[in-house]
């Protein structure tokens, strides 16, 4: 019933209700924490000071620094962030993510030999992601397909919920809902891309 409401009424509190339900399911996984926040950033549901600085965190340790800078700069611009007593452990994340980005552009031709040469796909699927986030989705997507194509990773639906979220982003909606529809996992993955369905169908 609450899919439906977000389907025709995409309410910000709807998608609230509904994504802390998915994460209440049985079997969902914790690992899954940083997927969550990109569902929740996309339905205007980051708010709090709190909320961008765990979202920025997890994508810096998932390796994706410019995820993590557009993360801050919108906490930045809504005000959530710079401001109070926690304003300077504000700017120290934001001085780490600075940094962070600039390894990652210092390392980046290495980074792409070694993921090309990877046999499971997994640091292509991650390298491809990252080009996405750096606004570069054409050279992303095609790397992120070719990580999945290899067949060598651990998680496939984690990869294919993340080129499909990567593909709605882009602007490629109908490409990432047939990607998202291969989705099947029972850990919340399935779960997750059933939602991002519903917001791409909803444009």
Request: no cysteine.
């Amino acid at each position: 019933a609450i899919e439906r409401l977000v389907t025709y009424y995409p309410k910000k509190e709807y998608w609230t209700d509904l994504l802390n339900r998915v994460q209440k399911k049985s079997g969902f996984s914790d690992r899954l924490s940083l997927d969550v926040f990109r569902l929740k950033l996309a339905t205007g549901n980051v708010n709090s000071a709190n909320d961008y600085l765990e979202m920025a965190q997890l994508a810096i340790q998932a390796g994706f620094p410019s995820e993590a800078k557009a993360v801050v700069d919108k906490g930045y611009e809504s005000k959530a962030l710079g401001n109070g007593k926690d304003a300077e452990r504000h700017q120290r994340l934001r001085d780490l993510v600075a940094k962070r980005q600039a390894e990652a552009a210092q390392a980046r031709a290495q980074a792409e030999k070694d993921a090309l040469a990877d046999a499971s796909g997994e640091a292509l699927v991650k390298l491809g992601y990252s080009y996405v986030t750096e606004g570069a989705p054409q050279k992303g997507l095609a790397f992120m397909e070719q990580g999945i194509k290899k067949g060598g990773l651990k998680r496939p639906d984690d990869a294919k919920l993340l080129l499909g979220v990567a593909q709605v982003q882009s602007g490629s909606r109908a490409r990432g809902v047939q990607t998202l529809q291969g989705v099947h996992g029972k850990d919340g993955t399935a779960d997750l891309a059933r939602l991002w369905i519903l917001l791409a169908q909803r444009g």
